[in-house]
């Protein structure tokens, strides 16, 4: 029997293995997680206790048009009710506390800005349809500030699009057409991201624990701890792998792949040399090439020679251009969220993001719908923040974010909040853990067209990439949908089912969302 052999272990891999299993006819003891690390989930992690504090990285957004993760969820049984699946949790859980922000923005004296309109000119109008219907070739190597005057990324519409899908201005072009595009249906909900969908839990919990269940209960295996290095092919001209190089304990060792055998091989990642804080630590930033994890170093050393493999460079030299901070805070007290819902005036997980346009971090915080984590015990509240420039003095604490520990963190936030007069009591019961991700918007960074691989390359028997750094048509990176996306067209073509993934919502075609699009546009 062929055998398939997973590089990595996150959403992209977990998503391929059970689509091997679904679609592809695989048995589950002939599929093979090689992971570097000592758990599995890639981004979507989660950690911790209520009495040394959770931590989770961050969460990708969800929303109604997702259609690969929906389709695979659906074969997957949640963790609580295995009657029903991931999906049909999901869905349940929009429909019990969806989001219907009131103080999305909140300005320098902590009063809520009206988002009804988005802040735009009329050349800002003409700017972002331009952009939109720019053909992406005409893009390759621009920033978003190539296309766009400066008092654009000072509208309520940047302030908002920014802070939910963490551009920056200096991003690609390329990426930030195909958001407008890909997202043009959410633009009458934006300002109360009415449109976004949230998992139960956090996304460790709602979606890589009940996959990692169901792929343990199939026979699946998976080695931690496995550092893949390399992999030999076989001589001729077509790209056939037969055999994969890692290091396990130390020792070298190698696997034999037969013909028919598959590889799928996750390529770089977005939060490789993550590092932690706490209360009273700042993150220590790791970033030296020495210090390169294996998903960056294993790409590079693939694409060596070689420009099907696309260009690793591109998207792992400028960690100055993809580096920002989030932080989780565990609160044992409720007065913070007593403050929060009066400010908001929602009820705690229903206010979604907020968002400090006068901040220099350009700070955003969420107070989700509790439990955020499964065993997260009552009495015991979880919230989360991210600041797009860390590397900026705080307007409070007086210095760079990515030098602060978590309490200097809180304190800049509360001050922000005006909960002055609440802060050593909010401090006191809260535990603060910081995450610094220097590659966490390297997927963002300018590129061209050839700079990501092709799922499947040319000329491919066995061999896929998939993740983030793949490329599929007109889907968007930074998404839990991309990475299965990825994972759908690469069993697919590889194994030649003929079940193409479901197609790329493209709301830009249909008439009545663009013409919400443009009269929300043109609201003052």
Not at 125 to 147: F, G, Q, W, Y
Not at 391 to 413: A, F, H, N, W
Request: with cysteine; hydrophobic share 40%; aromatic share 10%.
């Amino acid at each position: 029997m062929a055998k398939a052999y997973l590089v990595g272990s996150g959403i992209a891999a977990l998503s391929a293995a059970a689509l091997l299993i679904r679609d592809g006819g695989f048995a589950g003891c002939d599929i093979h997680l090689l992971e570097e690390q000592e758990v599995i989930g890639g981004s979507l992690d989660a950690g911790g206790t209520a009495e040394t504090g959770y931590s989770m990285r961050g969460g990708r957004m969800f929303e109604g048009q997702f259609r690969c993760t929906y389709d695979l969820l659906s074969s997957i049984p949640s963790v609580d009710d295995p009657s029903i699946s991931v999906t049909e949790d999901t869905f349940a859980a929009h429909e019990a506390f969806p989001w219907d922000d009131a103080a999305r923005l909140v300005d320098s004296d902590g009063k809520i800005i009206d988002v009804r309109s988005m802040g735009f000119s009329e050349r800002d109008r003409l700017e972002l349809v331009a952009c939109m219907a720019t053909p992406e070739r005409l893009l390759n190597r621009k920033r978003i500030s190539d296309c766009f005057g400066e008092e654009f990324f000072t509208t309520n519409f940047w302030y908002m699009w920014c802070t939910t899908f963490a551009f920056e201005p200096w991003h690609s072009a390329i990426e930030f057409r195909r958001y407008l595009n890909r997202f043009v249906h959410l633009f009458p909900t934006f300002g109360t991201m009415s449109g976004i969908y949230r998992t139960r839990y956090n996304q460790y919990d709602s979606i890589v624990r009940p996959l990692q269940k169901w792929l343990n209960d199939q026979g699946v295996t998976t080695r931690t701890g496995c550092l893949v290095t390399d992999l030999a092919f076989a001589p001729g001209d077509a790209t056939t792998v037969e055999r994969i190089l890692y290091t396990h304990g130390g020792l070298r060792e190698d696997i034999h792949v037969a013909p028919d055998d598959l590889v799928l091989v996750t390529n770089g990642s977005m939060t490789a040399n993550s590092s932690l804080g706490s209360d009273t630590a700042a993150p220590i930033p790791v970033i030296a090439a020495s210090e390169q994890p294996g998903s960056w170093r294993l790409w590079q050393w693939l694409a060596r020679g070689r420009d099907d493999f696309g260009n690793p460079h591109v998207f792992d030299r400028s960690v100055k251009d993809s580096t920002w901070e989030s932080f989780t805070v565990t609160c044992k007290d409720p007065l913070f969220v007593e403050l929060m819902e009066a400010l908001s005036g929602r009820e705690a997980g229903e206010g979604g993001l907020m968002t400090f346009p006068s901040s220099s971090w350009l700070l955003t915080i969420v107070l989700n719908h509790q439990p955020v984590y499964r065993e997260q015990p009552d009495g015991v509240t979880v919230w989360w923040g991210y600041g797009l420039f860390p590397d900026r003095s705080g307007d409070y604490v007086g210095k760079p974010m990515t030098d602060c520990t978590g309490q200097e963190i809180l304190r800049e936030v509360l001050h922000h909040l005006k909960f002055e007069a609440n802060l050593d009591r909010i401090a006191e019961t809260s535990t603060v853990i910081p995450c610094l991700m220097p590659y966490i918007t390297s997927q963002f960074l300018v590129r061209e067209h050839g700079d990501r691989p092709q799922v499947v390359p040319k000329g491919s028997t066995n061999l896929a990439f998939i993740g983030q750094f793949a490329e599929v048509p007109d889907d968007v990176v930074f998404t839990v949908e991309y990475s299965v996306r990825t994972a759908w067209t690469a069993v697919n073509t590889l194994l030649k089912l003929g079940k193409e993934p479901p197609s790329v919502y493209k709301g830009q075609r249909d008439p009545r969302v663009l013409m919400n699009a443009l009269t929300t546009m043109h609201q003052r």
